[in-house]
């Protein structure tokens, strides 16, 4: 794969994780805009709490990496990835880090 198609990848990737996000997220939270409950509806059972901690844990790594990796090697606005770790999730954070990386690498 070359890197206009990982590229290009990396974005349909995004886009379609926010789509869907979007998806499921806008209509429950347009009826009760509880950011709280929201969050901790992610903790109901047992599974998904599993998930929600991995994700939780996964962030952070992408941060750890992020923050570490940016700095070294003078990669900027690293930190819009951290921010789009959290909305809309880790997905896009991470597919708009490593398109960032790809294309100072490219440089």
Do not use: C, E
Not at 53 to 62: A, N, P
Not at 81 to 86: D, F, I, P, Q
Not at 97 to 107: E, F, Q, S, V
């Amino acid at each position: 794969m070359n890197l206009s198609t990982f590229r290009i990848f990396l974005i349909i990737l995004g886009s379609v994780f926010t789509a869907g996000f979007l998806y499921l997220v806008l209509p429950p939270l347009s009826q009760n805009f509880d950011i709280i409950g929201a969050f901790l509806g992610g903790f109901v059972n047992p599974f998904s709490s599993a998930y929600a901690l991995d994700i939780i844990f996964t962030w952070l790594v992408l941060a750890a990496w992020i923050i570490y990796d940016a700095k070294t090697k003078g990669i900027k606005n690293g930190w819009i990835a951290l921010l789009l770790g959290v909305l809309p999730g880790v997905a896009v954070g991470a597919a708009y880090y490593i398109y960032l990386r790809a294309k100072h690498d490219r440089n």
